[in-house]
Nanobody, 117 residues
Framework: QVQLVESGGGLVQAGGSLRLSCTAS????????MAWFRQAPGKEREFVGR????????YYADSVKGRFTISRDNAKNTEYLQMNSLKPEDTAVYYC??????????WGQGTQVTVSS
């Protein structure tokens, strides 16, 4: 099992930026495949993005493509979600998740991002 802790959420004005962090423990971090999700009030959890499991690429939801960037620091056991040009519709609780057992099995507690107009 992987333990995940997100941080970095907060209140920001539209057009602003935030960087979320997800720190993992419990497994060798370089072997952990992770992804970011979000859940807005009254909506289902949705995929935001993830790094490719090989080849170094990344995949993003169309709604965040060109504005959000995922990076990783294996020395710090941390993955980052840089969010630029934030919009009110980006308001949500953001989660990181780790792949295990053929699904996203391990989840962090989430961090709230609120974008004011």
């Amino acid at each position: 099992q992987v333990q995940l802790v997100e941080s970095g959420g907060g209140l920001v004005q539209a057009g602003g930026s935030l960087r979320l962090s997800c720190t993992a423990s419990g497994r060798t971090f370089s072997t952990v495949a992770m992804a970011w999700f979000r859940q807005a009030p009254g909506k289902e959890r949705e995929f935001v993005g993830r790094r490719a499991w090989s080849g170094g690429g990344t995949y993003y939801a169309d709604s965040v493509k060109g504005r959000f960037t995922i990076s990783r620091d294996n020395a710090k056991n941390t993955e980052y979600l840089q969010m630029n040009s934030l919009k009110p519709e980006d308001t949500a609780v953001y989660y990181c998740a780790a792949w295990r057992g053929a699904r996203w099995s391990d989840w962090g507690q989430g961090t709230q991002v609120t974008v004011s107009s």
